[in-house]
């Protein structure tokens, strides 16, 4: 049927891409580089339910991207893999495959859980003071894994790979680009659903009047904890994902800097627009990549090559100079966004056809 057009060609679209994948036509950087977008699309519009549409200041979605990293990888590690830490597994690593969506949505569940380190103080606090808050909830939780010796610590935390290469023996098919699209469509479908309904509606109340919003009798806590507590979850949900990709994790993978990331893509796309979060991750996340051969070009030029002489590592320290340019930018001169709070139904009408979400 022609409203569910978009959805079917996104389907057949993640199906060819996979195909791709498994006869190795795309090789495993640029599979990597599209998993990384969708890991940046989740972070995006989850992120955006705070900041875009309930119109919060919140900076520490890295954070809850942490918790759903390390719990999800513990239990996988824990259960299928021999650990000196965790001892035997507990059960066959044939079992992974069926396992793993579970222990992506068990890592979603503690991050939203510890989205209410975020939701209760928001009760009573806005703009600044909420920014503090949530950076400070960043710190507490990086710090705590940090002097944890058992997960590893300050050193970090590996053993997803052995999980991955396990789902492959399986079933031998390109498992993390096959799951990462998987998630990354369900999570924007659930966006989707949510700003639309009820809940979704007090959220936006929320933003344009709070007082309006109870006089109207609109629960705002609820809506408050509600709202943090599933853009956490989904946080979580990319942290999971992100982990297995890399197959190595450490808290300062999920600094400041990384919530910074988050902000950006926000504020690229447009506050209140999921179109929006989709197109801004898409464009960042390349901008990201194409900083990788940029950089060691211009290094070469510049004769600076005895200074950082890996040029990942020089491409991440000049990333930290374009990525606040780009903000400035935007901020001087499209302070909405690439969308503003708008959909792409909005400028394109006819789009509403081919989809249906409800």
Request: charge should be neutral; glycine fraction near 8%; charged fraction near 10%.
């Amino acid at each position: 049927m022609k409203k569910y057009s978009i959805p079917t060609l996104l389907i057949l679209l993640a199906f060819g891409v996979s195909l791709l994948a498994y006869y190795e036509i795309i090789d495993l950087y640029i599979q990597s580089v599209i998993m990384f977008i969708g890991i940046n699309i989740i972070l995006s519009s989850s992120f955006n339910i705070i900041n875009g549409y309930m119109g919060e200041f919140a900076c520490g979605h890295a954070g809850f991207m942490a918790v759903g990293a390390y719990v999800s990888s513990i239990l996988n590690v824990a259960l299928f893999t021999q650990d000196k830490v965790f001892g035997a597994p507990v059960l066959p690593e044939s079992m992974a495959l069926m396992f793993f969506p579970f222990s992506v949505i068990i890592g979603g569940i503690a991050a939203a859980l510890t989205g209410l380190l975020v939701a209760i103080p928001s009760f009573k606090t806005r703009g600044d003071y909420l920014a503090i808050i949530t950076i400070a909830a960043n710190f507490i939780i990086t710090s705590t894994i940090i002097n944890i010796s058992s997960i590893g610590g300050a050193r970090g935390f590996m053993g997803m790979k052995t999980i991955v290469f396990a789902m492959e023996d399986v079933v031998d098919l390109p498992w993390m680009l096959i799951w990462v699209f998987v998630f990354t469509f369900l999570c924007v479908f659930l966006i989707r659903r949510f700003v639309t309904s009820t809940y979704g509606k007090g959220i936006i109340a929320i933003h344009q009047d709070e007082i309006a919003a109870e006089i109207m009798s609109v629960n705002t806590n609820q809506m408050k904890l509600v709202a943090f507590m599933f853009s956490s979850g989904l946080a979580g949900v990319a942290g999971a994902l992100f982990a297995h990709i890399l197959g190595y994790i450490n808290p300062g993978s999920f600094g400041i800097l990384k919530s910074t990331e988050c902000l950006v893509m926000v504020y690229l796309g447009g506050m209140g627009s999921l179109s929006g979060s989709v197109i801004s991750a898409i464009l960042f996340t390349l901008l990201i990549e194409g900083l990788r051969f940029i950089i060691p070009a211009m290094d070469s030029g510049l004769h600076m090559v005895h200074l950082l002489p890996a040029s990942y590592h020089l491409s991440q320290v000049w990333k930290w100079v374009f990525i606040p340019m780009l903000l400035v930018l935007l901020m001087q001169f499209r302070a909405e966004g690439i969308m503003g709070n708008r959909e792409l139904s909005d400028i394109f009408p006819k789009l509403k056809r081919w989809y249906q979400f409800k």
